[in-house]
């Protein structure tokens, strides 16, 4: 069975607990599924040796080749069964991914059984009675408070109840609602973390830079605080709602295309509920989730007082101070997704693997302003109406001329605007291209062609650093440049895998400085130790510096308030370098990241306070201006 197939008959179920991203079904109703895939979990569950008493739910991923098979033993004993273990199958990988709770204080718990089993299953009335005494008192209100054992005990508590034996809720005497009432420990202060701003949080402009805020995306600000972004967001026609525990609780949250998670997870003391809030923004998010927190170092925890994980600051709010690497391996390890950096302490997860694709290809992209090329001399053409059609159509043919110089290749139907009009004049885009060629430089197109080349090979080979999973699924313009540049996908691979194996070789690395140095309209080359250039000539280096720096930039991010990049030849490190004001005649460094691709970690080094900012004298030798 493929994914299309299985896609095809989870669709035909019409029970169950649907969620946006999957469905789930009580083992009692596997007869009342599609015969085909009934029989492919049962003989799932048999190659994986798991027997029918080891799994109570099934999950059917709606946007993966996955299934789960979860297992609450006590699912028709207790309202709120604990989960004891469940199997991850990707059926893509052929992998299995086993999880235990037998031993956690703190188990995933199941909510709403009635949802779970058959329409007329004879206990579906007795599970639909605790959902709402439940639903009576508000336990449902926000769903990310109700995913684990103890934070489903604590609201209960707050609300005034207490979970008797036989799994109903009472309530509490009086004076114990008052001692609950306040939902934190010690003296945190949590609404207090919510800032003011006039301008966009730094997440939401990295994703305003990028095109995601012009209209064609809905927002969902999870953690709005006070509403400034929503604000702005409004102000530009984008679709958005926000949600926050203290200054926007009644909002009722949609999935959303991009879910900003912006400095949330940081201000959380409590470790559990930080993931069940990671979690639950994930399942609102339909293409992208942003997620960033504060990033510091043990100089920052010298100033306030320890507490947890973090700290509690001046203001009686709790900050837990993350490094770059630290966040990325907390978002991947509990969202099972991969998490690229696209700022220091910035991460997109793209639940929409086209979608990711079509950002990590835009990274590598090399721009010329082709339009600004001249022409050669009209030649004599060995028909005089192909002459005539050119000057009648020159408009339409320089459009068409732009188009292939920027992909590469000759384009495609709906690559072009005016296909209509260009097959109506010269019959099809083969002849179009022969009639510019003679009109145009068509030095300029094979240039063009192997820029494409090398921005893909550095793509592909930026693809196994990080060890992504091989896509199932292209965009249809990158099958369409791997068919013209490589020949088939497998050749695209294995030009990225040995690209990216060449990088290694100290070699390698210094032959490509000098060579970028030779190119380059400015750059310093310090011998065999480094070469430093300003980040606009990133793309115009050789593609194996660029897979060199890239690596560097997949840890650290984009590149926006970076100035400088420093490649170091020979100890496998990149350092970018931030200035105050890049305009002036003399800007004074005000940061320094040093990344270290060996040990895939990164060191921040500011210039305030006693360290003195240093002046940049020589800017002339990185700039053409």
């Known amino acids: 069975m493929d994914f299309e197939k299985f896609k095809q008959l989870v669709k035909q179920i019409n029970f169950g607990k649907d969620l946006p991203t999957a469905l789930y079904v009580h083992q009692s109703t596997l007869s009342l599924l599609p015969e085909e895939l009934c029989l492919f979990i049962g003989k799932i569950a048999k190659a994986l040796k798991i027997k029918n008493n080891k799994w109570t739910l099934l999950k059917l991923y709606k946007q993966d080749f996955k299934l789960t098979l979860l297992n609450y033993p006590t699912f028709f004993d207790e309202p709120y069964p604990p989960l004891s273990e469940s199997y991850t199958v990707d059926l893509t990988k052929l992998t299995v991914r086993e999880a235990n709770y037998n031993s956690s204080e703190n188990p995933p718990i199941l909510h709403r059984r009635e949802t779970f089993v058959a329409p007329d299953h004879p206990q579906r009335l007795l599970f639909n009675s605790f959902t709402k005494e439940g639903e009576a008192i508000g336990l449902y209100d926000n769903p990310r408070t109700i995913g684990f054992k103890q934070s489903w005990e604590r609201l209960i508590k707050r609300k005034g109840y207490y979970l008797a034996e036989n799994g109903h809720l009472l309530p509490l005497a009086p004076q114990t609602k008052v001692e609950t009432a306040n939902p934190f420990s010690g003296d945190i202060e949590r609404h207090r973390t919510a800032l003011s701003r006039d301008k966009l949080s730094v997440p939401l402009f990295l994703m305003a830079q990028r095109g995601y805020l012009n209209g064609d995306y809905t927002v969902l600000d999870y953690g709005c605080g006070k509403g400034d972004d929503l604000k702005e967001l409004e102000e530009h026609g984008v679709d958005c709602i926000g949600w926050d525990p203290a200054h926007r609780p ?302 560097a930039t997949q840890l650290y991010g984009e590149l926006d308030n970076v100035e400088l990049v420093k490649a170091h030849i020979g100890s496998g490190k990149v350092t970018l370098l931030i200035y105050d004001d890049w305009e002036k005649d003399v800007p004074m460094l005000k940061e320094r990241i040093k990344i270290k691709l060996r040990e895939q970690d990164i060191d921040f080094f500011d210039y305030y306070g006693p360290f003195e900012p240093q002046p940049l004298e020589d800017k002339c030798a990185f700039t053409t201006n």
Request: proline letters at 3%; aromatic letters at 12%; glycine letters at 4%.
């Open 250 to 551: 009644d909002t009722d949250i949609e999935p959303s295309d991009i879910v900003n998670l912006g400095f949330v997870v940081n201000v959380i003391e409590d470790k559990q509920e930080r993931i069940e809030t990671l979690r639950t923004a994930y399942q609102y998010t339909k293409k992208i989730l942003i997620v960033a927190a504060m990033l510091g170092n043990e100089r920052v925890y010298e100033r306030f007082k320890p507490y947890k994980d973090g700290v509690i600051t001046t203001r009686n709010t709790f900050q837990k101070y993350y490094m770059q690497g630290e966040l990325q391996q907390f978002i991947e390890s509990n969202l099972e997704d991969s998490a690229i950096a696209i700022g220091p302490g910035v991460f997109a997860i793209f639940k929409d693997k086209l979608e990711e694709q079509k950002y990590l290809l835009e990274r590598q992209r090399t721009r010329h302003q082709w339009r600004q090329l001249s022409s050669r001399t009209l030649k004599t053409f060995s028909k005089e109406k192909f002459k005539n059609l050119y000057e009648r159509n020159q408009p339409l043919f320089e459009d068409f001329w732009y188009t292939c110089l920027d992909l590469g290749r000759i384009p495609a139907s709906d690559e072009f605007e005016q296909h209509e009009q260009i097959r109506q004049v010269v019959g099809s885009f083969n002849k179009a291209f022969i009639l510019c060629t003679q009109h145009f430089d068509k030095d300029q197109f094979e240039q063009a062609a192997q820029e494409r080349t090398d921005d893909l090979s550095v793509y592909f080979a930026l693809s196994f650093f990080k060890k992504r999973d091989v896509y199932t699924r292209m965009p249809q313009s990158l099958q369409r440049d791997v068919k013209a540049f490589f020949g088939k996908y497998t050749e695209a691979r294995e030009k990225g895998r040995s690209l990216l194996f060449s990088i290694a070789d100290a070699e390698v690395i210094y032959d490509s400085c000098v060579q970028a140095h030779q190119v380059l309209p400015a750059s310093q080359l310090n011998g065999q130790h480094d070469l430093i250039f300003h980040k606009q000539y990133l793309n115009q280096c050789p593609k194996e510096l660029r897979v060199y720096i890239g690596c």
